[in-house]
């Protein structure tokens, strides 16, 4: 009996032995996860600028994100909504939500999305990590206008001027929570290439020429570059947690609606990753809290920002993810109101 309750016992280690993985990698909180980059997508990303990555959140992640959108895009203040009486651009537009929503701050800091950027820059582990600078959650519906072809300024970006034509510029990570299809609209648009074009280059001086609430206004600035960006436009169809990897100095907008009665809201995050050694500047807009609390200025690394500019790759750093941040100061009443100023002059332009 015995030799064979021992030869029951050997089948069945062999069983289960042979049912369960050879090797568990165990994902660490805080740790990105891990991504398969081709040398094609990065030589892509080089020359365009921008690759598109499918299915960047599934499962999971992708529904907790979505779940946490809803909850963002329903919370609107007495601030959002009259500013989005002056303005109408996107229904819901919220700075940093990695602080407040777990979910939010799972993408950020453990999807895949920090791995892949910090191999399309070529950055190195020991020598250069990743931090993010800001996440951005917009809801854009029936009526909105969203903003017009921009590169984002200093005021959501506020670095100085990078490499504009090498890998390390810095990447936005436009993930889409909501299925937008060209025939509908509701999207992300883009100028491949334009990080490097000559024109674009000379829209973005125009544009930064007028100011600081000038982004959105290259059409009533420049006609002209305004009709060449549309002329080269790239319009993906995307489905729930497929992301748009663009360099920053690459032109985009929101794509309106196609029949703005017909369709409901579309969710977006967007997410803006720069390496350490990247240099803080100083917006003076009262806005980053990072200014008053770490007493960071233009010209400092990033790094000097810590739990304000948290690294996320090759992974967070725990001094940083168990330290609490101040949230950054909203629009004041004065800035809504050169919001005003500025709709009602382009307003009379357009007329």
């Known amino acids: 009996m015995a030799p064979y309750v021992a030869c029951l016992l050997i089948a069945l280690t062999v069983l289960v032995t042979a049912s369960s993985p050879a090797t568990t990698t165990v994902q660490h909180k805080g740790t990105p996860a891990p991504y398969d980059i081709t040398p094609e997508q990065i030589s892509q990303y080089k020359s365009d600028g921008v690759i598109i990555i499918r299915g960047l959140l599934q499962g999971k992640e992708l529904k907790n994100a979505i779940r946490a959108a809803k909850r963002i895009d329903r919370s609107k203040s007495l601030a959002d909504r009259l500013l989005y009486k002056i303005m109408k651009s996107y229904g819901k537009v919220q700075f940093q939500t990695w602080r407040t929503y777990p979910a939010m701050e799972h993408v950020a800091f453990e999807s895949a999305a920090p791995t892949i950027c910090a191999k399309l820059m070529g950055l190195n582990a020991n020598k250069r990590p990743l931090r993010l600078l800001k996440d951005a959650f917009l809801s854009f519906g029936s009526g909105d206008q969203g903003c017009g072809w ?7 970006w506020p670095c100085e001027d990078g490499k504009i034509g090498q890998r390390d510029a810095g990447i936005n990570v436009w993930i889409t929570l909501s299925p937008v299809t060209k025939e509908e609209g509701g999207g992300l648009t883009i ?3 334009s990080h490097r074009l000559n024109f674009a280059k000379r829209a973005r001086k125009v544009i ?6 000038s982004t959105c206004l290259l059409q009533t600035l420049d006609p002209e570059r305004h009709e060449k960006m549309e002329l080269l436009k790239s319009v993906p169809d995307l489905q729930p947690g497929d992301a748009i990897f663009h360099n920053r100095y690459v032109f985009h907008r929101a794509e309106q609606f196609v029949n703005s009665k017909k369709h409901k809201k579309k969710h977006r995050i967007s997410l803006r990753y720069m390496p350490a050694d990247a240099t803080f500047f100083n917006n003076e807009r009262n806005v980053d809290r990072v200014v008053e609390v770490k007493g960071l200025n233009t010209g400092d690394a990033l790094s000097k920002g810590g ?3 948290p690294q996320v790759w090759p992974y967070r750093l725990e001094e940083e993810a168990t330290k609490k941040v101040l949230p950054d100061k909203g629009f004041t009443l004065g800035q809504v109101l050169k919001f005003s100023l500025i709709k009602a002059t382009q307003k009379r332009h357009d007329n």
Not at 150 to 156: R, T
Not at 208 to 213: D, I, L, P, V
């Open 150 to 156: 921009h590169v984002d300024d200093k005021g959501f």
């Open 191 to 193: 100028v491949p290439k």
């Open 208 to 213: 930064a020429s007028k100011g600081a609430f």
């Open 307 to 309: 739990e304000y500019f």
